[in-house]
């Protein structure tokens, strides 16, 4: 069966540090992967989507990269603060044909940036 | 800018009452969803909808459940019969496109069935 993997389910990190998290999936094609940021009693945000034919994408302190060989995805937030402190939610689509396909989210990683 | 909205924000019913929530998509999108998170537990994919039928649903979208778009606005969820088991946060979420689109969430119906 399909299987998603996010590294850990809580991760602390130094303000001014950067936050590494880690998605890995198994009995998955998927033909891009999706990161969301989940705050306590909101819904997810979007934050960045990535292509299985790219590498690595950038927005603002944020990259993502995608080794489609290793079956993972890695998310960075650079010069990490205090407000990025939330729950990071990897999601990818559920079957590799078009439509309205729903996404299959992760269990989510809390990162708590401390200052 | 446009966002997803969601009524009530909380719900409380008893075993067996049917419930119907709420959901406004953002308007120019063409793809609606619900999503439920048990307390504690992964956001979980119910059901998607395009042109006016259910395009996807889950094992979890059985007989009980049920999703209706009444006129240009708005999308609901039913439940008619509730179980304990049904108590969760329940989210909609519209997009523009297929699933390679970004979804955007609305702040959830917290639903508690006692």
């Known amino acids: 069966s399909q299987k998603i993997e996010q590294n850990s389910e809580a991760l602390n990190i130094q303000e001014g540090k950067t936050a590494t998290l880690t998605c890995n999936y198994t009995?998955?094609?998927?033909?891009?992967l999706q990161w969301y940021r989940q705050d306590p009693g909101r819904g997810p945000v979007f934050l960045l989507l990535?292509?299985?034919?790219?590498k690595e994408k950038r927005k603002e302190r944020l990259k993502v990269t995608f080794d489609t060989t290793l079956k993972q995805s890695l998310f960075h937030i650079t010069a990490s603060q205090p407000a990025d402190s939330a729950t990071y939610l990897c999601?990818?689509?559920?079957?590799?044909?078009?439509?309205?396909?729903?996404?299959?989210f992760g269990k989510g990683t809390h990162l708590i940036i401390q200052p | 800018e446009p966002e997803v909205t969601q009524t009530p924000s909380h719900q409380v019913t008893q075993m067996g009452q049917e419930v119907i929530l709420h959901c406004v998509p953002i308007?120019?999108?063409?793809?609606f969803y619900w999503y439920r998170q048990i307390l504690g537990q992964k956001v979980e994919f119910l059901v998607s909808?395009?042109?006016?039928?259910?395009?996807?649903k889950s094992e979890i979208f059985d007989d009980q459940f049920s999703v209706e778009r009444p006129d240009g606005s708005n999308f609901t969820l039913k439940i008619r019969s509730t179980k304990l088991e049904d108590s969760a946060m329940y989210f909609c979420?519209?997009?523009?496109?297929?699933?390679?689109?970004?979804?955007?969430f609305g702040n959830g119906t917290r639903l508690t069935v006692t």
């Open positions: 979420a519209s997009g523009t496109g297929t699933g390679s689109s970004p979804l955007h």
């Open positions: 009995n998955y094609s998927p033909a891009y």
């Open positions: 990535i292509r299985e034919n790219e």
């Open positions: 999601a990818l689509d559920s079957y590799s044909g078009g439509g309205a396909d729903g996404l299959t």
């Open positions: 308007s120019n999108h063409l793809y």
């Open positions: 909808f395009y042109n006016n039928e259910i395009s996807e």
